[in-house]
């Protein structure tokens, strides 16, 4: 069963921009929490950005003033727009959800399959 799936990436040069998206599974009855990781080569997966209930947002450093993250609540989707690419950006970017599926039901962490980002010249 697939609750999380990325789409969006894609190749492009420095100075270029790209959007992402991440759709929930239509099943989901709540959504606590959904964010942006990255893993580039050689390197741990890291927190790129993320957004609460609440709309609370956070960034890596790396990510401030470059890219934004946002959601539409009735499409069950986050979206992290990067702008300013740059080659240290090459990463599998993943979107992870915190999600609930029934009232009063517990929560459950879920991770996507990945979209790669390549910015080179």
């Known amino acids: 069963q697939v609750h999380v799936v990325e789409s969006g990436g894609g190749s492009v040069q420095p100075g270029g921009s790209l959007r992402l998206s991440c759709t929930a599974s239509?099943?989901?009855?709540?959504?606590?929490?959904m964010g942006w990781y990255r893993q580039a080569p050689g390197k741990e997966r890291e927190l790129v950005a993320s957004i609460l209930r609440d709309d609370t947002t956070n960034y890596a450093d790396s990510a401030k003033g470059r890219f934004t993250i946002s959601r539409d609540n009735a499409k069950n989707m986050v979206y992290l727009q990067m702008n300013i690419l740059k080659s240290e950006d090459t990463a599998v970017y993943y979107c992870k959800a915190i999600l609930q599926y029934q009232r009063g039901g517990p929560y459950f962490q879920h991770w996507g399959q990945g979209t790669l980002v390549t910015v080179s010249s």
């Open positions: 239509k099943n989901t009855f709540s959504i606590h929490s």
